[in-house]
């Protein structure tokens, strides 16, 4: 990861635009909408292109893996995406390369910083921060409890002025959302800013001790080239030779669909594949969405360019569906290859009990959210193609221009993985690097801190 000397002098274009994803990713809990809400009417769908324009940023399967939705939680409206069309969406901040999560290094630096945060949790935690605006130039007890808090926990080395929202202030608010995996504005006017400044120093411990342990056993002993995802992080790292030539936002599993951890290799990229739909979405979307438009006299299957297969292998043709049978649940779906496909336009494959894999999508702007706890397991990545190029890169045929050019025409091809390319779902929501920075992301499956604090940053 960039020094903390990075983060407190990347300038203007950093805070404009984390400024912007952090005012509209206000949400400090991952989304548990029904996934059903990507089936819309022919009418809406003509609507939603509408809004959308050019490049698929809509993606009709989109909310089968929390896509395009607004949801209801504790009684206020969450949004689940950046506006299309906004400017936001052309501002997702990739995180600067770096120090790999799982460099052997980052052991040691991970057992200081628990040392560091036991001392932190014996001498009685932070204060609490109070959930409202705080930005440079204003004064109160509200900031000098903020200042308090960034001071116990080594963000914040001085002020000039108690209570006053200095210039150390708005470096020391940056540092400490750049360690948390959020847009690193200098400003408190988010809830997952106020959330992250409100975990109490022991569930960071508790977070720091657990995430050691699978450091430990996982740190030195990968493949010289490999691609990891941290979970907790919602980001995928392309590593060689202990260097990182690719660091993406992903999006991965919910916490009713979480992501697994795994070691595996790649075996294939796969351009432009059919997205065979999961039997659990067979159940709960897709035969019920089928039955609203056949209601219609309508065709679900030609409205999202799917295909149903019998037990035989035929395909059926839609008229002989009957949506209120029982038999629709044996029959296999899958869609076609296009731009709304819910795959995108690549699949990076390798070998797993659990069917997961790395891909595409046509959800662009979930990539500029803060949290993106929004898929059924699988990981979405920002810049796909790049991460595609950098597998196939020992293959001659394989430039990234011809890997772009699969975006746009259709054509499936299936190319083999000849070099050994490992890769690893780790799950790791706080760890340290040799440079001394602490970083903390969400423990959103609450395998760290028993649950109590699994929403927030």
């Known amino acids: 990861m960039p020094t903390s000397a990075t983060i407190l002098t990347a300038g203007p274009r950093l805070a404009a635009a984390g400024l912007a994803a952090t005012l509209l990713c206000v949400s400090v809990q991952p989304l548990s909408a029904g996934p059903f809400n990507?089936?819309?009417?022919?009418?809406?769908?003509?609507?939603?292109?509408?809004?959308s324009g050019s490049g698929g940023q809509g993606g009709l399967f989109g909310g089968l893996f929390g896509g395009s939705r607004n949801s209801q939680q504790q009684g206020e409206v969450t949004r689940s995406e950046l506006p299309t069309g906004d400017p936001e969406v052309a501002m997702i901040l990739n995180p600067g390369l770096g120090t790999p999560t799982l460099a052997p290094e980052n052991v040691a630096a991970t057992k200081a910083a628990i040392e560091q945060y036991r001392a932190i949790v014996a001498q009685g935690g932070w204060p609490m921060v109070a959930p409202v605006a705080m930005k440079p130039g204003r004064r109160g007890t509200n900031i000098q409890t903020l200042q308090r808090r960034l001071q116990i926990?080594?963000?914040?080395?001085?002020?000039?002025?108690?209570?006053?929202?200095d210039a150390a202030t708005v470096a020391a608010?940056?540092?400490?959302?750049?360690?948390?995996?959020l847009p690193a504005t200098g400003v408190v006017d988010s809830k997952a800013t106020v959330a992250a400044l409100n975990v109490p120093a022991n569930a960071r411990l508790a977070q720091l001790e657990a995430s050691l342990k699978r450091l430990q056993q996982r740190a030195g002993k990968t493949s010289n080239r490999y691609i990891q995802v941290n979970i907790p992080a919602a980001q995928v790292e392309a590593v060689r030779n202990g260097r990182v030539e690719l660091r993406n936002t992903a999006v991965v599993g919910k916490v009713e669909h979480p992501t697994p951890t795994l070691a595996s290799k790649v075996s294939q990229v796969k351009f432009n594949p059919y997205w065979n739909v999961p039997t659990s979405i067979v159940r709960a979307d897709l035969v019920p969405k089928g039955r609203q438009f056949a209601s219609r006299g309508e065709d679900v299957?030609?409205?999202?360019?799917?295909?149903a297969i019998d037990q035989n292998g035929n395909i059926l043709d839609p008229r002989q569906i009957n949506w209120y049978g029982d038999e629709v649940y044996g029959y296999r779906y899958r869609q076609k290859p296009w731009e709304e496909n819910s795959l995108g336009f690549v699949k990076i494959d390798f070998p797993n009990k659990d069917a997961v894999y790395i891909h595409d999508t046509p959800l662009k702007s979930l990539f500029g959210k803060a949290v993106r706890f929004e898929s059924?397991?699988?990981?979405?990545?920002?810049?796909?193609?790049?991460l595609a190029a950098w597998v196939l890169d020992n293959n001659s045929a394989w430039s990234l221009a011809r890997v772009d050019s699969m975006k746009h025409n259709s054509?499936?091809?299936n190319v083999t993985v000849t070099?050994?390319?490992?890769?690893?779902?780790?799950?790791?929501?706080?760890?340290a690097t040799p440079d001394g920075m602490v970083q903390f992301r969400p423990d959103v499956y609450g395998l760290d801190t028993r649950g109590t604090y699994a929403s927030n940053y």
């Not at 990507?38 to 809004?51: E, H, L, N, V, Y």
């Not at 608010?173 to 995996?181: L, S």
């Not at 070099?419 to 760890?431: E, K, L, M, P, R």
Request: proline share 1%.
């Open 376 to 386: 059924h397991g699988c990981v979405r990545t920002h810049n796909v193609d790049r």
């Open 301 to 307: 299957l030609a409205a999202y360019r799917m295909e």
């Open 419 to 431: 070099q050994t390319i490992g890769v690893y779902f780790t799950y790791i929501s706080a760890w």
């Open 38 to 51: 990507m089936f819309k009417s022919r009418d809406d769908q003509g609507q939603q292109a509408t809004q």
């Open 153 to 165: 926990s080594g963000d914040l080395l001085s002020v000039s002025e108690p209570g006053r929202y």
């Open 173 to 181: 608010v940056k540092r400490f959302q750049y360690r948390h995996g």
């Open 411 to 413: 054509i499936q091809e």
